[in-house]
C-alpha cells in the first residue's frame, strides 16, 4: 500500500474511488427503491452527450456534462409527472438519444469515439487535482441532502400516494432524485465508466439488503460496501495492470454473491415473535428486541389502521402498544 500511496496519480484516483464508492450507493438506495435501476445506465448515456459537447466546445468535460445530465434528467422527470411519458420510454430516450448526440459530436471535433473510451471505462489515472476538487465538491452537494432528507426521500420512494397526503412536495423530492442521480453519474465516469456506473449505484445496495435490514441500515452498509469495492478495485488494478471500473464492478458482484449464504444464515437464526397469549385471534404479535422508536421523522412509512398508526418495518406493520411493539 506504501508504493501507491508514493505515486501522486494513484493518491488522487483512490481519494476519487473513495468518493464515488460513498455516493453511488447512497442515491442508489434511493433509486432501487423506487424500481428504476437501470436509471444511471440512462443517464450514463445522457452524460455521453455532454462529454461529446465538451469536446467540441473545448471545455472540460466533467462540468459540461454534468450540466448536459442534469438538464436530461430533469426533461425526462417532468414528462413521466406529466403522464407524456412511461418510465421505460423517459429510459430509452436517455440511452438512444444521449449516446447518438455523444458519438456525433465527438465525430465532428475530429476526436472520434477514442476519445470518449475513458469515460465509457473509466480511467482513474487521469484524474487530476482540478478533477479531484470538483469531484469533492459535488460529492457533498450530493452526500448532504441524500443524508439529511432521508426521512422524506425514503418516503416519497416508498409511496408517492401516501407521502403527498402527507403534505411532502413529491415532484420536487422526485426531481431531486434523478438529478443527484445525474450528478452521481458523471462524477464516476473517470472511476468505473459512464456503462458501468449503474452497477456500482445497484449491486452494493442489493449486497446491503441481504445482510442487514431496515432502510437506515441499509443505506449505511450500502455506502460501506461501496467504499470498499471502490477503493479496493482501484487498489488492485494498480496490482493487476486491468481497468479499474470494470475490477470494482467485478468486486461489488463477489460481495453480493457471498451476501446470499450469509442472508440464509441469518434468516435461520432470526426468532419468530409468540403470539399473545390474552388475544390469539387478533393477529398480532410482540416484536421481540425492538429498539427503534417510530415516529413521524423515523423515515418508515406510516399507515392509518384504524384509530392508530402502523409503521411498515422490515416487510411488517408495527403498531405501538402501551410499552412495546406489536406487529400486524
Known sequence: MTEILSYPFMQRALLAALLTGLIAPAIGTYIVQRRLSLLGDGLGHVAIAGVGLALLTGQAPIPVAVVVCVAGAIVVEVLR???????????????????????LMSGIAGAGTGALS????????????GDL???????VVVLVPTLGLAPQLFAVCSD???ARTQGLPVRFYNVAIVVLAAVTV???????????VSALMVVPVAA?????????????CAMVVGVLVAVGGAAGSFYADTAPGALIVVLAIGVFAL???????????????????????????VTEGHPHQHGDRCGHQPVRHGDHTDFLHEGHRHALHADHYDEH
Not at 438519444?97 to 458519438?103: N, T
Open 133 to 139: 476538487r470538483l469531484v469533492g465538491i459535488l460529492a
Open 208 to 220: 446491503a439488503q441481504n445482510l442487514v435490514r431496515g432502510f437506515y441500515a441499509a443505506l449505511a
Open 160 to 162: 408517492e400516494e401516501f
Open 259 to 285: 451476501s446470499w449464504p450469509v442472508s440464509a444464515v441469518l434468516g435461520r437464526r432470526r426468532r419468530v415473535a409468540p403470539v399473545l397469549p390474552d388475544s390469539p385471534a387478533t393477529g398480532h404479535v
Open 186 to 196: 458523471t462524477l464516476a465516469m473517470r472511476t468505473v465508466g459512464l456503462l458501468l
Open 81 to 103: 409527472q406529466r403522464g407524456k411519458a412511461t418510465g421505460d420510454v423517459g429510459l430509452a430516450i436517455l440511452f438512444y438519444g444521449g449516446l447518438a448526440a455523444g458519438v
Open 118 to 129: 475513458q469515460y465509457l471505462f473509466g480511467s482513474l489515472t487521469t484524474v487530476t487535482s
